[in-house]
């Protein structure tokens, strides 16, 4: 197996742990030092997410008080890990033998409907942002949304794609609305991805990409990475943790409401949500092979060059049978070659794909 071709993951929800003290080499985490070591990880996606429960004012100083301490966790170990900015910053890492770490932010509440802010988050190394989350704002709707205020987007969510283009920061529509996706391809001149979203095909749930959108997204030259969470991977799964646990986001968004600005609390708050869900599947799980099957149906559709990983490690209650942590990288790399994947293909949906997204976007 090819064993040296490093993996790209563009979503994990580590860094809200960091705000419970939690370090980065503890084994704990499902995104740990060691473990990405061994996995071979070249680059991780690091989200700061900010609650959709975050009164408008205070999004933005949370946002802040997540970045630094991302950052200080970083240079924790910076020997073995460095935040990087762009594709240049990224092979000097490389070439130094450490991982690349790229600062997000999760749900444009954070900028608090400032363009100003944005740019704030840009100037500090932000490189990608999901534009929103389970609730719709004043201005992005969510896929979570039944019955959307306006379409898609207000026109100050078409200033913030085109100031995220201006800017050189990714676009990620994970979380968004079809009618949001489709206007942010109008709009959007760069790239697109969904950080971490699965097939609607396979999986019906509301936060996965149906088929039109995905060949959309790869017209466009973007990506989609692809995410771990079972209730994202098999329908079957997903009617049973609905009925089982409630609605995912719905649970979580009580939890979220009760912690308010406690950030201690909300550092703690998916350990203690992830232990009622898992007690509430009752030790339902779902093969990893499930996740093959995403990634076999959307290569078949758009082609290879046009899908990677998304694990949501650290920010989804259960994972596939067998998997704890991004170790997993390693047996889903073999298994890409065991499917009859080139060793062009895995490096395109390993590597290059985000590659060539950076190289193109970020400045």
Known sequence: ?????????????????????????????????????????????FACY??????????????????????????RYQDDITICRNFAEIEAARQQDRIAAIMAVENGNAIDADLGNLQRLYDRGVRLMTII????????????????????????????VKAMNELGMIIDVSHAHDITVEKVLQISGQPIVASHSCAHTICPADRNLKDELLVAIAEHEGMVGLNLYPGFLDGHYYRLSFDRAGDLFEELSKMERSAGLDLVKIGHLFTEFSARFVSAMDG???PL?????????????????FIGFGSDFDGVPTLPEGVRDCLVFKTIRDGLFERNYSKEEVEAICWNNFMRIIHKVCK
């Open 1 to 45: 197996m090819q064993t040296n071709i490093p993996i790209c993951d563009l979503h994990c929800d580590t860094a809200t742990g960091f705000l419970a003290g939690i370090h980065l080499d503890d084994p704990s985490l499902q995104v740990n030092l060691p473990a990405m070591q061994e996995a071979g990880i070249g680059l991780q996606v």
């Open 133 to 160: 989350h389970a609730k719709s704002n004043e201005w992005a709707i969510s896929s979570n949304d039944k019955y959307p205020a306006f379409a898609g987007l207000s026109p100050f969510g078409e200033e913030v």
């Open 50 to 75: 900010i609650p959709p429960s975050i009164p408008k004012g205070q999004c933005f100083p949370l946002v802040n008080t997540l970045l630094d301490h991302l950052e200080a966790e970083i240079n």
């Open 284 to 286: 339902h799980t779902l």
């Open 289 to 305: 092979e499930r996740f093959f099957d995403h990634i076999l149906y959307i290569s078949d559709l758009i082609g290879a060059e």
